[in-house]
């Protein structure tokens, strides 16, 4: 049970060539439109001459009695721990039993020292850290690259192992919306990303030219590869959710520091209740506060104006926020007025807005497809507006051109007192030098 993403990696270093198992399909879920094809007998390797079927998982009760399956593997990430017991008591149910994995085996080994950024949920703030985590690294001196968790929405075969070091290369694999907001601000800081499917190969390819790798953790997902040093993000908009949600509570549980980030626009209340349950779960790490602060580009078309808030996609949808980066830098510039996007959205965004109520008065930066693109640029068109806020990490004009002049809100990860992650990563590559087992 997957999204195109841990799915795949478990597949591929437990399954692939293992014959005590038959795989009989991968069912899809979360991401729109990635289910109803085959994981390709080119990366499925010798076992499935034919590939594997990738079925909604909504069949998944049907597939387990007609084929007599006996274990299914949930694997993807961002999930309530209720919801992920009720899933496990319907596989029970239906007669199978419910497999959760996070063994050596699925776990790769460097050659190289890997620095991990991971969360406890969607939309924590983890891309600015690793920015930052990479700035650090790279201002060392050594040769940074980063390794971005999966998003393999199109041709499977394609996307089996891509390198990202300039904007063309965006263009190359098709990137959607969603990957341009990961690769595209690494590549702006000059480092190389690698992504796709068979991330053994990957790390392989990514070896070559590294002294450091930086995994970029998706969602809220653990690394695929043997940690050094894991960095954690836990967000104190949502006090409680390192507790309850799958598997960032296992991220929680393993990391060497946990950045408690957004101080500044947080509860001290929800700030405290989080530092809390850190030290429950994992006293050994460290725990360092952070801010996030937001900067816009154009704050004049902003102030007084009737504008539209355009939000990262995933973090406004399975991670459940209600705003982003954008909506605070609208409010902090005095904008005039949140224009209600809802009532202008067609197709598949309309559809977005059913699916997740929550997300209110925020555009959720859908790109999945080249319908989906041309869908949510439509909705901007048709919107009654002065100006476009993005709160997105990418320069949205690069993709969709819109009839509105478009302002940017960005922020970064900024430590508040010492040790800050300068500190921490340059003692601990000191030490590493010295100690890490070859």
Request: with cysteine; glycine share 8%; charged share 30%.
């Amino acid at each position: 049970m997957g999204a195109a993403g841990r799915d795949f990696h478990d597949f591929n270093t437990f399954f692939r060539d293992n014959e005590d198992y038959e795989v009989v399909a991968f069912t899809a879920a979360q991401i729109p439109n990635i289910d109803d094809r085959r994981y390709p007998p080119e990366l499925a390797g010798r076992l499935y001459p034919e590939g594997i079927p990738i079925r909604p998982e909504a069949e998944l009760e049907a597939l387990i009695r007609e084929n007599g399956v006996q274990q299914v593997v949930f694997a993807y990430s961002d999930v309530p721990h209720l919801e992920l017991m009720h899933t496990a008591s319907k596989v029970l149910g239906w007669g199978a039993d419910f497999r959760l994995m996070g063994n050596q085996y699925i776990r790769c080994r460097s050659s190289v020292p890997v620095v991990s950024v991971c969360a406890v949920r969607t939309g924590s703030g983890k891309s600015p850290a690793t920015r930052k985590v990479c700035a650090i690294l790279k201002g060392m001196g050594l040769k940074v690259v980063a390794i971005r968790h999966p998003m393999p929405y199109g041709d499977l075969v394609k996307q089996e192992c891509q390198r990202f070091a300039e904007h063309k290369d965006l263009d190359k694999y098709e990137t959607t919306i969603e990957e341009r907001e990961e690769y595209e601000p690494l590549i702006d800081n000059g480092i190389v990303v690698y992504a796709g499917v068979d991330y053994g190969k990957i790390l392989k390819a990514a070896e070559k030219e590294a002294d450091v790798i930086v995994w970029d953790g998706g969602n809220n997902d653990f690394p695929f590869y043997r940690s050094d040093l894991q960095i954690v993000i836990a967000d104190p908009h949502r006090p409680g959710h390192e507790l309850t949600y799958y598997p960032g509570e296992t991220n929680a549980r393993t990391a060497d520091v946990v950045i408690i980030n957004k101080v500044q626009t947080a509860d001290r209340k929800d700030i405290l209740t989080v530092r809390e349950n850190i030290k429950l779960l994992n006293p050994e790490a460290l725990i360092i506060d952070a801010a996030s602060p937001i900067t816009a580009d154009r704050p004049e078309l902003v102030t007084g104006k009737r504008v539209l808030v355009v939000e990262d996609g995933p973090t406004v949808t399975h991670g459940g926020m209600a705003f982003g980066a954008g909506l605070i830098a609208a409010e902090d510039l005095r904008a005039a007025e949140i224009v209600d996007p809802r009532k202008y959205a067609v197709g598949s965004i309309a559809e977005t807005y059913e699916r997740y109520p929550h997300i209110g008065r925020v555009l959720p930066a859908m790109g999945y497809s080249p319908e989906q693109v041309r869908e949510l640029k439509e909705t901007i068109d048709r919107a009654d507006c002065d100006a476009v806020v993005t709160g997105t990490p990418i320069d949205i004009r690069r993709v969709v051109e819109v009839n509105k002049p478009v302002v940017r809100a960005r922020y970064e990860v900024a430590e508040v007192g010492r040790p800050n992650l300068q500190d921490i990563i340059t003692q601990w590559y000191a030490g590493l030098r010295r100690d890490r087992p070859q």
